[in-house]
């Protein structure tokens, strides 16, 4: 029973394993940019696929299967209101929806800042960076 156990376990590890090499990735060498400037994380981070401007059109844009949210329509869709906890929130631990952030071609930063910002054992670092990136997306919001 046992080894029949172990058998299947193999081979659902091998099918699992064979999807996830099938699957194209695109991979962004990106360098640790300071927390403190939203501008620069902003380009490191979201602009491969939201673009510089942070209308969706990034360069990894067309890779996707969902074309990336246009970020400067976030006050515009919130009558007039940039929501800012909402991104912050967005930015860090992911939307609801399937098309919001958060889903599997869509990066959940917080994790990823906080692996990369736990070095110097400091989560503020983490939020430092977040808020930042909020704040430099309310700077793009159309008028």
């Excluded at 919001?100 to 939020?127: C, L, Y």
Aim: proline content about 6%.
């Amino acid at each position: 029973m046992l080894k029949r156990l172990v058998s299947i376990a193999f081979v659902g590890a091998a099918v699992v394993a064979l999807g996830y090499a099938q699957q194209s990735t695109v991979t962004l060498p990106v360098g640790k940019t300071p927390a403190n400037n939203g501008k620069e994380n902003f380009v490191s981070y979201c602009a491969p696929c939201h673009g510089l401007d942070g209308r969706g059109q990034g360069p990894v844009a067309a890779t996707l299967v969902r074309r990336p949210a246009d970020l400067t329509l976030l006050a515009k869709s919130n009558k007039g209101n940039y929501p800012a906890a909402h991104v912050v929130a967005v930015i860090q631990f992911g939307g609801n929806s399937p098309s919001a952030h958060g889903t599997e071609e869509m990066p959940v930063w917080g994790p990823i800042f906080r692996m990369q910002d736990v070095q110097g054992g400091n989560k503020s670092v983490q939020d430092l960076r977040v808020s930042n990136i909020a704040e430099y997306l309310k700077t793009l919001q159309v008028k």
